[in-house]
């Protein structure tokens, strides 16, 4: 099921659409080229994992060995405070999509913009929506999607994967990011 | 603008000059209601631009942010036109201008829709019961229609006063519908202020629409005690013949009321609504029964339970008139809105009409004539009933099993369904022979059958969840209070102070639709959370339905625990969608009574005092429709936040504050005239969640005015902190930006507050008088720092 096609079949969108990703080598290129990446994380992220590290885990290790900011949305911060990661910040889903569309705005306080956003956690129509703000109203910002199915807002986002291709993509990611396996 | 009544004379007999008279009635032209002594305000009657800078006003603090859910725009033939990448389309529109039309134009439609009621019901009214007929909220209840009076300068009193606010409100729809057309406006900012026109508009059709039902029709007027009704499916008693009604528009419903009762068989049919109309048969008669929200047609239906179906208008499977056949259910339309494309028998004799729904000759008709409808309804469900015997479409679990089986895996059902339940896993378990989970998936479905739509093998998918849900539903019962209406000006007495000065800390009003992400027990726990804190609660529309249930230990709905008076810690129910007019119209009354502002043709010092002051925050955790959009879009204007549930993002913009730009946050303070900055409160106007532990927060957030006092504030602070703790797991670090003196820190989290307040170099701040317009400034046009 490697199709790049929206995985709520009317979600379809305009003329432009998501590049799928089909090696994980270009998140790691797009990685190496941004100034500015920011991680946005939503509360799926609570309940879902990758292989056996929850995905809680997997962002604070990504953000660690990339030295990429989170931003939580909703009650995800907890899992974050609890784990005493101190590189995540709370905003709202919407906040968040807000802020991104004010070229001089970066999180935690530093001087914007940001120019590389990945995003993970949301259902799917809202992290729909909320890359069609930044796809049209944020045209400094290229966007990942970090998730299973294939978001066509995004700029670059993988077809929908079976779970275990995957974990495989993300576990790649990591490694080029320079986590561990 | 003020001549806007009519004078009649009516006569029993007249003799003139050129003949003798019974029964007459002359309108002599239009006389002003000089009997009211408040002063006429400003804006009388506000056509589309009189409000335009206080639009632009919230507007510039609550920047809309868009997510558009199309690149291009196909509206006209000069189309498509891509709009991606700052490119404008053949008319010049780009897409920040497009985006804006969209949320104009479901704000247009959502007013019709309310509109278009309001004028059947007040019509329908008139004709029945005379242009003088007199309009009454009840007892305690002397400003009885404050939202008309603030927009249009109008006390109505009569049927005929309602018909001439309703003529102004037909207008301004006319105006803004008008601004969606291709060549017209261009600018979104104007676009949403055109929205919040209409949103205000579609209040006061709402208030009109209910204050003439509530008048007419014998509806609870304003009581706190209106009866408990029955709900839920198993409350239904299968031995009585069964009416369901599906809609808004209560009329119809009313003569099949009246039918069974004037010949006797009240006893032997049950009466049942979905949607808003089962709010209103159940303010005529507390005896009828609500099945439960929209989203619970196409189950109790294809269970097989309706004798009839009669519909109305709005909310109304359009699709339903296909599922009642497969149950052998006649459908009766009774709207010219929704007429299902059936044969139009109004001329024709009851007894022909019943013989051909009783023997299956046709699936269902359209009558208009509602003495009509009530005599076929009443008959054809009598007959129906033993004929039937509550003939269900469900399937048997072992055709379900065997059916399973053949499941191709393709995954469409759950690409399909808006809620991503998890459809395809729990079929293969049926397969098995495990049926819990589509019992599951059914307590979280939302009732849009997309699932079977989409399946390949033609499964019918929403069918298999009731049927394997059928343990749980035949348990389904609980009690909900019916709709009060309108809040009584002696409540307003005694909440307006506490209220303003933030220590009753808010006021929640839960609105609206059942496209919930997660079911309905969310608004529930809301609901008990803030009624726990003292906040006001209160529900209307289908929300007001799926509250009552869940039910604590001792089998109790919350409407059971808590009172129905508009006062802390009671969670009310004002009735159907269009009482949702009658919390705009509590806020408006506690400016009006409590501070005594005047209310006649004020919109903006109203509006001003109300966003200034009155902690109040509108939820609509499982909006729908375009209707809810106009709804908000009204409240907007009020300046009173609304919080959607994450299906709300697919209205496609949010109005959002920014708590980092001192300057989104200037009053001019009304005793000095200086500009003073004030806290990010409300931060946003419309905001949408992403799920409860979020809406739990921000709820409290968004009730902190900048009018608090220090004791107000202290409270709110102290929910918005304990909460932020509980639902995000720390202490919040921007309570030092809500600090304006110490007395505002609440006493028990002094020590942390302070710390955070040192951190960051917190300085004392004045509170004001706030008020955005600076006009309002006592003594005229400010002239402070």
Redesign the interface.
Known sequence: ?MREEP????EV????KAQGIKKPAVVGALLKKAKHPLLVV??QALTENTGKKSMIDYFIEFSTAAKIPIVA???T??AF??KGFDNAY?Y????I???L?DHD?MVASKKGPHDLVMTYG?????EW??L??L???S?HIKTVSLGRYYQPHATWSFPNLKKQNWNDALKEILTLSGGSK | MTEQKRARLKADKLDTGFGSFRNIEVTIGKVIDDDWDEPMGPTPMPDVTTLRSWDHKLLTRYRPAYMPACQLCCLCTFGKCDLTSGKRGACGLDIEGQSARIVLAAANIGCAAHLAHSRHMVDYMIHEFGPRFELSQGDGVEIEAPVSRLVTGIRPRTLEDASAILDYCETQLTHTLSAVATGQEGSWIDFESKAFHVGMIDQVGMEIADLAQISTLGFPQSDPDAPLIEAGISSMDPKKAMILAIGHNVVPATYIMDYASETGVSDNIDIAGICCTAWDISRYDAKTKIVGPISWQLRFVRAGFADVVVVDEQCIRTDILEHAKKVNSPVIATCDKSTMGLPDRTDDDVDDIVKDLVSGKTPGVYIRDHEKIGEVVVKTAIKMHPKRKKKGSLPSKAKMQELAQACRQCSECVRSCPNDQPVMDAVLAAAEGNFEPLADVYDECIGCARCESACPNEYDLHSWMVKAAEGRWKQESFMVRSGRGAIKDTEIRTVGQPIVFGEIPGVIAHVGCANYPDGGRAIHDHAEEFAKRRFIVVFSGCAAMTVGAIKDEEGKSIYERRPGTFDAGSVLNVGSCVANSHIAGAAIKIANIFAKRNLRGNYEEIADYIHNRVGAVGISWGAMSQKAASIAAGFWRLGVPVIVGPHGTKYRRMLLGRADKPEDWMVWDARTGDRVQVAAGPEHLFYAVENLEELMVMTAKLAIRPNDTAKGRAIKLSHYIDLHETYKGYFPDDVHTYIRRETDIPITIKDKIKAQMKENKWQEKPIPDPTLVRRLVYGGNGGGK
């Open positions: 099921m995985w709520q079949t009317a969108c305009g003329p432009t939503g509360s949305t909703a009650n911060i907890t405070k609890e709370s709202g889903a919407m906040e999509t807000g802020r569309q705005w949301f259902p799917y129509y809202m929506l909320m069609s703000a796809i049209n109203f045209p």
